[in-house]
């Protein structure tokens, strides 16, 4: 009787033991709240709850009656045991596979407090999704009308998304916590066997032939990529973006570094300035017939048989020249534009920093401007192609680049500067050898942030007669067909993605080791 008793006594401890862990890491999430639970792990307490969750959903299945776990022929017990039987082994083996890849990320933590802590995730989530489930069947509501925005109960599809990334938020803890492992190893820990799952998925989709949106797009790209028109639009996306970034980079570090200087006067070495300014304004009176329209017929006759020479060029650099082309077709306007930037550089220079808070001002406008506007705009004066794009691209970049390099210049420590001073060193060696090389990680992040959004942009660009990806998009829209647009999406996507890992490898190759040490100490 003793036995019995201690037995039932025991029994009664795990089922409140259990319940109290459901309840502290629902209402409060952390990774120290399932610390605490881990010293609670208990093999029986797992294989209880496990057990209960499957209870529950053998229930909703013989309620409702899905095919995928009923099959009509059993009896209800027989069912019930089907459902537990399946729900136990899927949650040991998902668990067996995390478990071993966290341990491949260095996890310490034993089989039992990580089936435990997981067991305290899964089971209340799942019983609240199996009740949401059995309310929906019996209110008549389909996954499709939750889901969409604009039915009358497509509010509902926001709490799921949150209910999701909730559950989501209490998986990493519990990994976190049983394995003691960082953030980043716990997302490579969930995101490892989903990634292995999803390409498995995919393989099988090829595997049986079947028709969905994966293997049509995989199917449309394959067959573009066979003709050349994706490698073709593919180069003239990237050399388009190139070409605009390495101008953007010059100009807007120039701009960056101007304003941080302290204002001064015009002096007469400053005279050297007229030479360009004078080239520019030349080169727009000859080619727009100030200077004798005989001469403006020669520049313009001259200009377009260099275009034609350049526009005949085939093979990888066939784009960068048509971009050239295009600039050079049109002098009247390269004249305007430089002379422009010429005046508006020097007056940065002169002014300095009392100029920085205007020109950031000024260029946040810019990045307010809708690109497709930007591009009509600028038809009138540089007409349709390359070198209308490339001229919005150089504008829309500068916000990033100035801001950060304003930003990674005036973060270096006032006393570096002046040990560089007391060195003997100039203004020009301090911001060669000093500003700038400090200043290079913050630089390069926002390079990195102006190229992988000029990747996004540089798609509109199709819409005024430039070949990038987004030549499928507008296509796609025009001809009404969703494999197109889509395929111009997923591209243009993955391309911005695989740009910003590069772009990672490379700030992190060009930071000083210096910088490194100290950020890693951080």
Sequence with gaps: MLTEATQTQRQNGLWRDMLNGWASTLTEPGVDTFRAQKARADPLKIVLGVGLLGLVIGLWAVAVGPASLT????????????????????????????FFVAKGFG????????????????????????????????????????????????????????????????????????????????????????????????????????ENLITTEWDFIAGQWEKGTLQELLLGHLWLVAVSVAIAVVLGVMIGVFITWPSRRPQLSHLVILVPLALFLLLWAASSGMLGEG??????????????????????????LDIVGAIVSKPAAVGMIG??????????????????????????????????????????????????AAFALILYAQLPIVRNTYT??????????????????????????????MAVPVIMTGVRVAIVMLVGIASIGAYIGNDTLGKYIFEGIYRAQEKRYIAGAILVAALALTVDYFLGWLQNVLTPEGLKGRREAA
Excluded: C
Aim: proline share 4%.
């Design 71 to 98: 099959t009509g022929t059993d009896a209800i017990w027989a069912g019930l045991l089907r459902v537990i039987f399946f729900t136990e082994a899927d949650f040991f083996v998902i668990s067996l596979v995390l």
């Design 339 to 388: 002379a422009m930037f010429t005046i508006i550089l020097y007056a940065l220079f002169l002014t300095g920093e009392a100029a920085g808070e205007i020109t950031l001002y000024i260029l946040g406008i810019i990045l307010t401007i809708p690109s497709v506007a930007l591009f009509g705009a600028m038809i009138k004066p540089l007409g349709t192609g390359p070198f209308n």
């Design 408 to 437: 990674g210049i005036k973060a270096v420590a006032p006393e570096i500067t002046e040990a560089g001073r007391g060195m003997g060193m100039t203004e020009w060696q301090l911001l060669l050898k000093v500003k700038l090389p």
């Design 295 to 320: 001469m403006a017929v020669t520049i313009k006759d001259t200009v377009k048989g260099w275009d034609r020479s350049l526009m005949r060029v085939e093979g990888f650099f066939a784009a960068p």
């Design 107 to 210: 996890g310490t933590g034993s089989f039992v407090q990580h089936s435990y802590l997981l067991s305290l995730v899964t089971v209340p989530l799942g019983m609240i999704v199996t009740a949401f489930l059995f309310l929906s069947n019996k209110l008549g509501l389909t996954l499709a009308a939750v889901l969409n925005p604009l039915s009358p109960i497509g509010i509902v599809s926001i709490f799921i998304i949150l209910f999701g990334l909730y559950g989501l938020l209490l998986l990493f803890f519990a990994l976190q916590a049983t394995h003691e492992i960082q953030s980043s190893a716990v997302f490579y820990t969930v995101g490892a066997p989903v990634l292995g799952w999803g390409i498995l998925r995919v393989a099988s989709m090829f595997a049986a032939q079947e």
